[in-house]
């Protein structure tokens, strides 16, 4: 991921308390999957299948930054996404928070 950065959090000697970013590159992503066949009369699963589903594509993030205490502290919400070009073909979407000190 390759991001422009302005405002707060974009260097030390930056003092302003507002900050920004945007980026684009490319992602990876891989989670395992619990797939349940069937369950007998009681509830119990009787049988499941595990795999895994990755995928990689081109991906997307933008985020702001409120600068807190002195000013090289700054809270950060970033929003991301990526879309997978392989087997599964999934949308992924992320939001996070961070505290950056």
């Known amino acids: 991921?390759?991001?422009f950065n302005g405002g707060a959090g974009s260097s030390k000697q930056n003092e302003q308390r507002f900050g920004y970013f945007i980026g684009g590159g490319f992602g990876y992503h891989s989670t395992g999957i619990d797939e349940l066949?069937?369950?007998d009369?009681?509830?119990?699963?009787?049988?499941?299948?595990?795999?895994?589903?990755k995928g990689f594509g081109p991906a997307a993030n933008a985020g702001i930054r409120f600068?807190?205490?002195s000013h090289q502290k700054n809270i950060e919400v970033r929003f991301s996404y990526?879309?997978?070009?392989?087997?599964f073909k999934p949308s992924m979407?992320?939001?996070?928070?961070?505290?950056?000190?």
């Open 82 to 87: 990526m879309k997978g070009l392989k087997e």
């Open 37 to 39: 066949l069937m369950t």
């Open 67 to 69: 600068a807190v205490g």
């Open 1 to 3: 991921m390759v991001n």
């Open 93 to 101: 979407f992320g939001l996070n928070a961070a505290f950056n000190f």
């Open 41 to 53: 009369a009681l509830g119990n699963d009787i049988g499941t299948k595990k795999y895994y589903a």
